[in-house]
């Protein structure tokens, strides 16, 4: 595609409740990244693939956040349980090869948890 | 691991007047360093990368960052501010060679006066 989607654009989710943020990086992209923005902050890094391979997910705050990329495009990020410290905009990024290259951001998803 | 700081939450200048942003990087081998700029409900976007060379970097909309590896510095310039330039900026720094996880600081919010 013309650049990485991100859907949906918002989520409003009860807290304890499953969420599932997706993310379409730019067709051929090999390296997909996902960060975490919370208000007035800088993007926090939460994991990284390559292709299928999640090669750090060093970034993923506890054991409720899960992400995957099963054929090496689409991505979804998965929260369980959520609770009202999940609330932030979470990015999707893509680069063509590694990671020392351009990262293309979409315009992320604004989770609140109420 | 890498560090950015970014001194200045917010700067304040009139249109047409020249720009400094900010960006101290802790790191201790070369580094890779960047400046993305995010505007209202938009992803981030690349103004301008170093990963070696000339120290001084030219990006787009007219912008350029200096890589002083004496301060560890890699502060954002521009001689004369346009109204649509009024955005969150943020320093990013990685590591040279290989995969790495770009690191954000905390991002410098512009303001333009007109």
């Known amino acids: 595609g013309a650049g990485v989607s991100q859907s949906p654009r918002y989520k409003v989710a009860k807290r304890g409740q499953d969420v599932a943020l997706r993310c379409d990086p730019i067709s051929g992209h090999v390296s997909l990244f996902w960060y975490q923005q919370a208000l007035g902050q800088g993007p926090e890094f939460l994991t990284y693939f390559q292709n299928e391979a999640q090669l750090d997910k060093s970034g993923l705050p506890s054991d409720r956040f899960f992400a995957e990329r099963p054929e090496g495009s689409v991505s979804t990020l998965k929260i369980q349980r959520t609770q009202q410290e999940d609330s932030a905009v979470y990015l999707c990024a893509s680069s063509r090869r590694d990671s020392n290259e351009k990262l293309f951001f979409g315009s992320g998803t604004q989770l609140s948890v109420l | 691991a890498q560090s950015v700081t970014q001194p200045d939450i917010h700067i304040t200048v009139s249109e047409g007047a020249s720009l400094e942003l900010r960006c101290n990087y802790s790191?201790?081998?070369?580094?890779?360093l960047f400046w993305y700029v995010q505007s209202p409900g938009q992803g981030l976007q690349l103004l301008l990368k170093?990963?070696?060379?000339?120290?001084l970097v030219q990006g787009i909309k007219g912008f350029e960052a200096e890589f002083k590896r004496s301060q560890s510095s890699f502060n954002l310039r521009k001689p004369s501010v346009h109204w649509s330039d009024a955005a969150e900026y943020f320093c990013a720094v990685g590591a040279a060679g290989g995969s790495y996880i770009p690191t954000f600081g905390r991002g410098t919010s512009l303001i333009v006066h007109p």
């Open positions: 170093y990963f070696s060379g000339d120290t």
């Open positions: 790191y201790g081998a070369t580094p890779y």
